[in-house]
Structures are given as structure tokens and as C-alpha cells.
């Protein structure tokens, strides 16, 4: 089967792209596989200065899990723009710009900056962001505030379609959903990390410098499923389903539930090549399946 897809203008050669903060700026794990063979790179969070991020440390194992807060560390746009974009191969593989500020206008200052760039093939915007003190996930809990985000990084993003990223830490993920589509979104990911802490009882410390951060891998996959469905029912436009992906099958249930395509994120700490891999075992599973199109699979949960 061919697994190409095509959404919000997008033509990707497979539905599996890498998760924004995963994966670097994409030039970092080309040494584990070929970057031409996915179907998009979503780079590393970029504001419109350089940040330094949060206090160490970052990162924290958990069961079926992790927690981070890494804070949005970046070069910033211009850097990237001048230093990392050129060394993508954008013409061969989507490049999504992630775009995180602390206002409506920065997001607005941010999508001009990369609307004339040729290697961009569509910015997500990160209203959902639970590690930062500044703005983060306040965009995206509230629908008021992410539409007037969506509105203003839609004035200025010429014709790249933009993508907004979603928090989870919400109680109905179907309003924002419908907030940001209503403002002119091409399309939605999620979810992004959920909130959550962990402690040392021996030192009766936090195990993250910044206290909480955000929760992915595994143990969040039922939720994130769950959320995508309901989206999906929500609203018209294309949806990118993220959230504890280490398996083929847990990418085609997504699909299943109705999103055009996946990004993987946690599954590139516990393997490096893991996105590289996806793509061929989902060539095998697709196979296996029997499923000729993805049109005859793609939201067709049965339910009754």
C-alpha cells in the first residue's frame, strides 16, 4: 500500500512524524537514519529569542512514562532560520516549525518571520505547553485565548497551513478544539504532555528542578486516544494524533479513531532510530492487515 497522505495541503510520504522537542532540530539524529524517509520533522520549539529553559534536572523516569521540563530551550527563529534549516533535507521531507511566545502578537511576529521561508512546510503552534511559567498551557485552556492565538498566527502565515497543538489539561477537549478550527486552523495535533510531578521521599525533593512537568510516553496513550476520537467527531479539519506511540499498532489506532497522521516523541528517548523504525513497521502491520487504502480505515471504529 502506498502510505502517503495528504492534509491541510501537506503531501507527506507516510503519516509518521517526529514530535516537536524529541527530536532536536532533526540534524542531530540524522546519524540513526535517513530524515527523507518520514513523513515530517516537527523541530524544536522555537520563540522569538534564544531561551536557556528550566533549572536541572529535566528529565524524570516513570512507570510506563516520563516527565520533562525542559522549558522550551532554544536558539531561537533567527538562528534556526540561518544555521539548522539548510542542513534539513525540507525538499524531500515535511519541516514543521513549532512556535511558542508569550503573547498573541509574538506568535503573530513568529509566523511572519517563517512565512517566507521555503524549507517550512507549515507551522504547529503550541498553545499547550505545561513546562513553561509564561503563557504555555493558559493559551491552550482556554478557548477565548487560543482562538485569538490561532487568529493571529493566521494573519500572518501567507500560505503555510497552520497547525494548532492542544493541551489535554482541559475538561472538554471538543471546545478548544472547536475554538481554534472556528479561527482558521488547517489542522490540530494532540495531545501535548500532561501535567504531573514526582518526589524523592528520601531527599523530600522534587525529582524536576521545576517541581512539575510534563507527562508522556505510554501511560497516557488511552487518554490521548481518547481525545483524538473526540476531536476527530468535533470538528472537520485534519487532526495529528501524538501520545505514547511505541508500537505500530498504537500509531494505526490513532488512525483508526480518525486522524490523518501520528507524531512520536517519547519512543525517540528510549530508541533513537524508534521513529526510522515506525516508519517500516507500519509498511509490515498495514500488510499484515490487508488494508489497501486509507480512506477504508481511517475513523472507521466500529462502535454499535
Known amino acids: 500500500m502506498d502510505l502517503s497522505v495528504n492534509f491541510a495541503g501537506l503531501k507527506l510520504k507516510n503519516p509518521v512524524i517526529t514530535a516537536s522537542g524529541t527530536f532536536g532540530y532533526g540534524v542531530e539524529l540524522e546519524q540513526f537514519g535517513a530524515l527523507s524517509t518520514l513523513g515530517g520533522i516537527v523541530v524544536k520549539g522555537l520563540s522569538l529569542l534564544p531561551r536557556q529553559g528550566n533549572p536541572s534536572p529535566r528529565v524524570?523516569?516513570?512507570?510506563?512514562?516520563?516527565?520533562?521540563?525542559?522549558?522550551?530551550?532554544?536558539?531561537?527563529?533567527?538562528?534556526?532560520?540561518?544555521?539548522?534549516?539548510?542542513?534539513?533535507?525540507?525538499?524531500?521531507?515535511?519541516?514543521?516549525?513549532?512556535?511558542?511566545?508569550?503573547?498573541?502578537?509574538?506568535?503573530?511576529?513568529?509566523?511572519?518571520?517563517?512565512?517566507?521561508?521555503?524549507?517550512?512546510?507549515?507551522l504547529e503552534v503550541n498553545i499547550s505547553c505545561p513546562n513553561v511559567k509564561e503563557g504555555g498551557a493558559a493559551f491552550g485552556?482556554?478557548?477565548?485565548?487560543?482562538?485569538?492565538?490561532?487568529?493571529?498566527?493566521?494573519?500572518?502565515?501567507?500560505?503555510?497551513?497552520?497547525?494548532?497543538?492542544?493541551?489535554?489539561?482541559?475538561?472538554?477537549?471538543?471546545?478548544?478544539a472547536r475554538a481554534v478550527e472556528d479561527a482558521g486552523a488547517h489542522a490540530l495535533s494532540l495531545i501535548n504532555t500532561i501535567t504531573g510531578m514526582a518526589v524523592d521521599i528520601r531527599t523530600r525533593k522534587?525529582?524536576?528542578?521545576?517541581?512539575?512537568?510534563?507527562?508522556?510516553?505510554?501511560?497516557?496513550?488511552?487518554?490521548?486516544?481518547?481525545?483524538?476520537?473526540?476531536?476527530?467527531?468535533?470538528?472537520?479539519?485534519?487532526?495529528?494524533g501524538l501520545g505514547g506511540i511505541v508500537s505500530a499498532e498504537d500509531a494505526l489506532e490513532f488512525i483508526l479513531v480518525g486522524a490523518h497522521a501520528v507524531q512520536v516523541g517519547t519512543g525517540s528517548f528510549t530508541r533513537s532510530d524508534f521513529a526510522f523504525r515506525l516508519v517500516k513497521k507500519m509498511e509490515k502491520m498495514v500488510a499484515r492487515l490487508g488494508i489497501a487504502d486509507w480512506e477504508e480505515f481511517r475513523g472507521r471504529l466500529c462502535t454499535g
Open 141 to 176: 485552556q482556554d478557548p477565548v485565548q487560543a482562538a485569538a492565538v490561532t487568529r493571529a498566527v493566521c494573519s500572518k502565515a501567507g500560505t503555510k497551513p497552520v497547525i494548532v497543538k492542544l493541551s489535554p489539561n482541559v475538561t472538554d477537549i471538543r471546545i478548544i
Open 60 to 122: 524524570a523516569e516513570t512507570p510506563c512514562g516520563m516527565l520533562n521540563a525542559v522549558g522550551l530551550q532554544n536558539i531561537g527563529v533567527e538562528a534556526f532560520v540561518r544555521d539548522k534549516l539548510p542542513l534539513l533535507p525540507w525538499r524531500e521531507t515535511a519541516v514543521i516549525a513549532n512556535l511558542y511566545a508569550h503573547s498573541a502578537d509574538e506568535f503573530a511576529q513568529l509566523a511572519g518571520i517563517l512565512a517566507g521561508e521555503e524549507g517550512i512546510a507549515a
Open 206 to 240: 522534587p525529582l524536576l528542578g521545576n517541581v512539575t512537568g510534563g507527562l508522556s510516553g505510554p501511560a497516557i496513550h488511552p487518554v490521548a486516544l481518547r481525545m483524538v476520537h473526540e476531536a476527530c467527531q468535533a470538528v472537520s479539519i485534519p487532526i495529528i
